[in-house]
């Protein structure tokens, strides 16, 4: 059976990404292409928007009447957009997944708001690489413990708005876990002037910004004598956008509730 979807930010770096693979896949039909209002794509057909023939499907700043019969949302926009675009998939009981990372405290009370209505697949990385990443970071920190001190470093193009990167969210998220610590008590996402010696237990975060770069993240396991360094390198959006996709299929017969794209790919078992 074909799946209806709806892809937000469709004018965006994973939007544009993600309509190129659902366009070469006979699993997704593209059933609503959305932006907001002033973006210039209003109105441009889904298939020249790609460079392809006309598909007849005009991008529209309208979410709501594509809800009738849409079977799913892949949300990678902004974060202002997601109380909105989470609130719309609850109603429709439809699976909504969401990569736009850099949530406030209220869009993220939002969308757990909507949890409660709809399946929603959240992870700040969609790719398999770094989700399996993730689970080898949070093996390290248990087997290294605290001796070793933790810094996340991450690099990405300099059009990103939000920092430290969601990726690095969810690794700082995993050391943490090994360590059998919360992130939030031993997080330190800055360093300027005079701030003495390294808190011991902390986890460290160092954000680079520049040029093209796709997304690049280090987990730093700093020893004494020793180093051991876990990295990522994304080098193209479809790992992102093929993983999005995955999650919508896999969402389909879930029970509302927040997923993560480790549940999807079977590496929380
Ligand atoms: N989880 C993951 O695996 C990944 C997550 N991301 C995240 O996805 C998000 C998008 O990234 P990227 O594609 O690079 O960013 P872009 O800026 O290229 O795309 C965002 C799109 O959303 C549009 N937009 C702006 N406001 C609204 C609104 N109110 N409603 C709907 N759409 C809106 C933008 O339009 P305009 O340009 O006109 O403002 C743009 O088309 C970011 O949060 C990024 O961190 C990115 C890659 C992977
Ligand atoms: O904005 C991006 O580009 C990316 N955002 C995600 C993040 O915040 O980690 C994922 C990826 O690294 C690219």
Not at 68 to 86: C, E, L, N, R, T
Request: aromatic share 4%.
């Amino acid at each position: 059976a074909v799946m209806k979807i709806v892809i937000t930010g469709a004018s965006g770096r994973m939007g544009q990404t993600l309509v190129r693979l659902a366009l070469e896949d006979d699993v997704f039909t593209l059933h609503g292409l959305t932006d907001h209002a002033q973006s210039a794509i209003i109105g441009a057909d889904a298939g020249q928007l790609v460079g392809k023939p006309p598909l007849g499907l005009s991008v529209s700043h309208d979410l709501l009447p594509l809800m009738v019969d849409a079977q799913g949302i892949v949300d990678f926009s902004v974060a202002k957009a997601v109380p909105f675009h989470a609130e719309l998939a609850a109603q429709a009981r439809i699976p909504y997944v969401l990569g736009t990372t850099g949530l406030d405290e209220s869009e993220e009370k939002a969308l757990k708001a909507a949890a409660s209505h709809c399946p929603i697949v959240r992870s700040g990385n969609m790719s398999l690489g770094v989700n399996l990443l993730a689970n080898l970071v949070e093996q390290a920190a248990k087997a290294l413990g605290p001796d070793f001190d933790i810094e996340v470093l991450e690099m990405h193009h300099k059009h990103k708005v939000d920092a430290p990167s969601g990726t690095a969210l969810l690794l700082g998220e995993a050391a943490a876990k090994g360590r059998g610590v919360r992130l939030e008590e031993q997080a330190v996402y800055a360093r300027q002037g005079q701030v003495g010696e390294r808190p011991e237990g902390t986890i460290g975060f160092a954000t680079l910004r520049g040029g093209s770069v796709v997304g690049e993240h280090d987990v730093i396991f700093a020893g004494q004598g020793e180093r051991l360094v876990l990295s990522h390198k994304a080098e193209d959006r479809s790992v992102f956008a093929r993983g999005a996709l995955k999650a919508l299929l896999w969402a389909q017969d879930k029970s509302p509730g927040l997923y993560s794209m480790r549940d999807v790919l079977g590496l929380n078992d």
